[in-house]
């Protein structure tokens, strides 16, 4: 069974860090691995889709990397900005199915 | 371009009552479509997916059923509203086949079911 985690729960930090958040999964046979955030009492909006061909794909200040062989995924946001506070999802696509973790919910603090 | 629709955003209904929320998906056909719940504090726990018309898939014994009428047009249902359903509920719709693994999921904006 997929297992899917995301440490830490909660992330303060000043702005303009650098930061990473992190994703953990037990079954690396996965289809692909899918980054969201969401505002509260929002729906979820899509940042990044990495293929489980791909090593990492780029999208302005975010970069999300994929390491099958060690069961992880980062997401890196640069230059943080209060805008970015929001809950940061990862759902993985496998053979079981969908499942997401239980999200980070990361405050930039002006 | 594809987008999706939900509706109502928020809902107060008594325990006992009826329920129907509303997703339909646009600039897309043969979707697969799906239903999240999302509880205070909790993670997101997919209830139901559907890859057409008419099939229907139930992933946890629950209060709520679900009906696609329409390849684009998904119902979340139930005939007596328990306290227990309260929560934010997401629908998410994505391609089939082999495109899924590079396009992914898109969901719309919830609706926050609250059940006094």
């Known amino acids: 069974k997929q297992e899917v985690t995301q440490i830490p729960a909660a992330l303060s930090v000043p702005e303009g860090e650098n930061l990473v958040l992190n994703c953990s999964f037990t079954?690396?046979?996965?289809?692909?691995l899918q980054w969201f955030r969401q505002d509260p009492g929002k729906g979820l909006t899509s940042l990044l889709l990495i293929q489980s061909s791909q090593r990492e794909q780029t999208s302005g200040r975010l970069n999300a990397s994929l390491d099958k062989s060690s069961g992880r995924s980062t997401l890196y946001i640069a230059a943080s900005q209060p805008g970015d506070s929001a809950t940061y999802l990862c759902?993985?696509?496998?053979?079981?199915?969908?499942?997401f973790g239980q999200g980070t919910r990361l405050t930039i603090n002006p | 371009s594809q987008t999706i629709h939900q509706w109502p955003a928020t809902l107060v209904q008594p325990v006992g009552s009826p329920l129907s929320l509303e997703c339909t998906v646009e600039?897309?056909?043969?979707?697969?479509l799906y239903w999240y719940r999302q509880a205070a504090g909790r993670g997101l726990q997919l209830l139901f997916y559907?890859?057409?018309?008419?099939?229907i898939s139930s992933e946890v014994p629950q209060n709520l059923s679900a009906s696609r009428p329409q390849d684009r047009q998904f119902i979340l249902s139930s005939k007596k509203l328990l306290l227990s359903d309260s929560g934010f509920y997401l629908c998410a719709w994505s391609v089939q086949g082999g495109a899924l693994r590079k396009n992914g999921y898109t969901f719309g904006s919830g609706t926050r079911l609250t059940v006094v």
């Open positions: 079954d690396s046979a996965i289809y692909n």
């Open positions: 600039g897309t056909s043969n979707p697969n």
């Open positions: 559907s890859v057409g018309i008419g099939q």
């Open positions: 759902l993985i696509q496998g053979a079981q199915k969908l499942v």
